[in-house]
């Protein structure tokens, strides 16, 4: 098996177990911080799935962003920042944004999980192996960004199962 269809292995049963993690979430469960220092299930679905399109798009192919180019900012009620995924934000800020209905959160995720699929799927070996200078991190291979993007979505994946089983109760997945 190759690496990319190792991480697209990782990637698909995360993305099963988010799926069915959300399929009878409500709105306002989905926005629902369970207290002052924890995330919601759509912010941390916003998150990951930002993470996912920053690294296929602008560091692995230097194209527009879907973010930017499907208008997805502006149904999150954010600027086009391409580096504004979430990460470094305060505990005040998750609270103060307003998250979008799910249809528009479910619709960016299905859309960059989609995209994600077909780049993923197009790697070759020599492909994997192509160095990104990505300033301030270290120079690496995509192979290299693709495991930590991998482990990434992976966590926050388990988190948003987490929440799941928290609102709605065990036996879900």
Not at 68 to 77: D, I, M, P, R
Not at 90 to 104: D, F, G, N, R
Request: negative net charge; charged residues 20%.
């Amino acid at each position: 098996m190759s690496a990319t269809e190792t991480a697209m292995t990782a990637l698909e049963r995360n993305w099963g177990m988010v799926d069915r993690a959300l399929e009878d979430v409500d709105d306002a469960m989905l926005g629902d911080q369970p207290n002052d220092d924890s995330n919601s299930m759509g912010w941390l679905l916003f998150h990951m799935t930002r993470i996912v399109d920053r690294f296929v798009h602008t560091w692995c192919q230097e194209t527009a962003q879907l973010w930017v180019k499907n208008g997805w900012s502006e149904k999150f009620g954010l600027d086009g920042d391409v580096n504004n995924t979430g990460q470094g934000w305060t505990k005040e800020q998750v609270a103060a944004w307003q998250l979008p209905p799910k249809e528009s959160v479910l619709g960016y995720y299905a859309d960059v999980k989609s995209a994600a699929t077909e780049y993923l799927g197009s790697l070759s070996a020599s492909d994997v192996e192509r160095q990104l200078n990505i300033p301030p991190r270290p120079p690496a291979s995509i192979g290299s960004f693709l495991g930590v993007m991998v482990y990434d979505n992976c966590v926050h994946g388990g988190q948003i199962a987490y929440l799941r089983g928290y609102y709605k109760g065990m036996g879900w997945f």
